[in-house]
């Protein structure tokens, strides 16, 4: 297999007040593992500044230019309680999409198999016109919209292991039939949605809600009960990843168990889907994880079964 990594050094530049989890080092733990030899075959990139008409097919231009105003040029703008942006906000969450862009690109070209787009500031929280959560454009739903205006994908499936819901994704897809998007997360946490009785005007939303300190076991039978099969009955076109690794055991911000073997059971299985229905057409772009050491361990995990499959 073919692995492509997006990445960029502006990341490092969104920078977040002191003790925030959403930090710069999220990004020099992952560069770091990801330098080891065995990921020396992994085909490395630079991610682009994604274009404003490519953001603005998942939020509306008002948004996005409303956030390019509140860039700041130096300090701190407030978002809310949890977001922040600073002088080097705006390139990196353009990045972020960017980045995304260019692995639909990539894989869809057949220039590889798989990618991998490791950016932040997340995007899962990022509703159509508000960001929160950390997040300020929804790099996954930017995505899913540029493989189908600009490669003609007709259905796009979003798959989120984040421990928190992805209420952004599901708020940019509620009433969209060509999208399915499919969520396993902590109940209760924040955002506070995701229930399972949460499935959108096209029924094309499942969420599968995890109970605090639950582990691998019911992470794998949500995906074989609830998700799997629902992905078979979609077929999606494309294959999408929402990668977040705070469903991790050390993570400070969740409270499920789970461990890297089951980021990468759950990579497996989700290429499973790819190959039956995609031609292995699949990206993955990382959302959330807050415990550097769970979250480089995380990620090699999630990379190295995009390598090998």
Not at 41 to 63: K, N, T, W
Not at 75 to 89: F, K, W
Not at 124 to 134: C, D, L, S, T
Not at 272 to 301: C, F, P
């Amino acid at each position: 297999m073919s692995t492509l990594l997006l990445h960029h050094s502006c990341y490092l530049d969104h920078l977040t007040p002191l003790g925030h989890p959403e930090r710069p080092d999220r990004i020099r733990a992952i560069d770091r593992i990801l330098e080891h030899e065995k990921f020396q075959s992994v085909e490395r990139d630079l991610a682009p500044v994604g274009a404003l008409e490519d953001i603005a097919r998942a939020h509306p231009m008002s948004y996005v230019d409303q956030l390019h105003r509140l860039a700041p040029d130096e300090g701190v703008a407030r978002v809310d309680a949890d977001t922040t942006m600073s002088p080097g906000t705006w390139e990196a969450a353009l990045r972020g999409a960017g980045g995304a862009c260019r692995a639909v690109d990539e894989v869809l070209t057949k220039k590889v198999d798989n990618a991998f787009s490791a950016s932040r500031p997340p995007g899962h929280h990022a509703e159509k016109e508000r960001a929160m959560g950390f997040c300020f454009f929804n790099n996954v739903a930017v995505a899913a919209r540029y493989a189908q205006e600009k490669h003609g994908v007709g259905r796009v499936a979003i798959i989120d292991f984040d421990v928190h819901h992805g209420n952004g994704t599901q708020d940019i897809f509620w009433n969209d039939s060509s999208v399915m998007y499919c969520s396993t997360h902590q109940m209760p946490l924040y955002p506070g949605s995701g229930a399972a009785s949460e499935t959108g005007d096209a029924n094309t939303i499942v969420n599968v809600p995890l109970a605090p300190g639950e582990d691998g076991l019911a992470f794998k039978e949500a995906f074989e009960v609830a998700i799997l099969p629902r992905l078979d009955d979609f077929a999606p076109e494309f294959v999408i990843i929402s990668a977040g690794f705070d469903a991790h055991a050390r993570d400070p911000l969740g409270g499920l168990n789970l461990v890297e073997a089951d980021f990468a059971w759950a990579t497996r299985v989700l290429m499973d889907v790819a190959d039956k229905h995609s031609d292995g057409h699949l990206i993955s772009v990382l959302e959330g994880g807050y415990d550097l050491e769970g979250l480089a361990r995380s990620t090699a995990a999630h990379v190295m079964t995009l390598m090998t499959g």
